[in-house]
């Protein structure tokens, strides 16, 4: 379970003192979130890895900036978000996807006969990540932080240096623009739409985004978190987003990290 907001704070304080076991545990306890939103934000895992570091790295040479005038998970959060915004393109987003021609690329090959079913969830896991790149950064985060993970205005607003007016606009247009499309192509969200799951299976495996017996997403690790929302009342594009699981940083990205502080004595 995780630690709760009094231990994090217990644990910043010893980090601050010189304890080295306190500051692994707090990078331990914070790899997960971190990690989890820099995968939305790159659709890429090699991508989320990196900025999961380097995350982290910003946010525990920082802690001596931390006042506790918020939560431990809400400051990092904060530090991940505007990391995010400013960072260089992933892999994904290199590729410049827009609505449309996004929408172009589900309709392209579609096949009658459909794959496995962890074949089918690998495309469906990668193509809802993919899909969130159609939006620029600050929508994308906007969406990510209030349909993916739940949170009030209020603190989301603050996450991203914004006001709430500001904050809540960048989320409905967020919110049209991914339901709209959903509702077009996605048949996971409306049964009348063209696209399927196991009929895009052959299609990504002929242009490599997807291999057979190395299924990135549908075989990553993941954490017991549960999900703070009931699904059945979220509307479509939501439900699709929150159905991913709640994915773990591999093992090596805290470790990464611990290293990278064990080595330069911090």
Request: hydrophobic share 45%; net charge neutral; aromatic share 4%.
């Amino acid at each position: 379970m995780s630690a709760g907001p009094e231990a994090l704070a217990q644990l910043v304080e010893s980090a601050r003192a010189g304890s080295s076991a306190a500051l692994n545990s707090l990078v331990g306890e914070l790899v997960d979130d971190v990690y989890g939103l820099a995968l939305r934000m790159t659709a890429n895992t090699a991508d989320a890895e990196d900025a999961t570091q380097e995350i982290l790295l910003k946010a525990v040479t920082h802690l001596g900036t931390f006042r506790g005038e918020a939560s431990v998970r809400t400051w990092v959060y904060r530090i991940a978000v505007r990391h995010l915004i400013d960072r260089g393109k992933s892999r994904t987003e290199a590729l410049a996807l827009d609505f449309e021609r996004f929408g172009a690329d589900l309709l392209d090959g579609l096949a009658d006969a459909g794959g496995d079913a962890a074949e089918a969830e690998e495309v469906k896991l990668g193509c809802s990540l993919a899909m969130l790149t159609c939006l620029d950064r600050e929508h994308r985060v906007a969406y990510i932080l209030a349909e993916v993970f739940d949170l009030p205005n209020r603190i989301a607003a603050a996450m991203v240096e914004a006001s709430e007016e500001v904050y809540r606009q960048r989320l409905s247009r967020a919110r049209r623009q991914i339901e709209a499309f959903t509702r077009s192509y996605c048949g996971v969200v409306d049964a009348k739409a063209p696209c399927r799951c196991d009929r895009r299976v052959a299609r990504a495996i002929e242009l490599g985004r997807i291999q057979r017996g190395v299924l990135a997403l549908a075989s990553h690790p993941r954490s017991l978190a549960a999900h703070v929302q009931e699904m059945e009342s979220l509307h479509g594009a939501a439900r699709l987003m929150r159905s991913h699981p709640h994915y773990a940083a591999p093992d090596r990205v805290a470790e990464a990290v611990k290293r990278l502080l064990t080595s330069t004595n911090l």
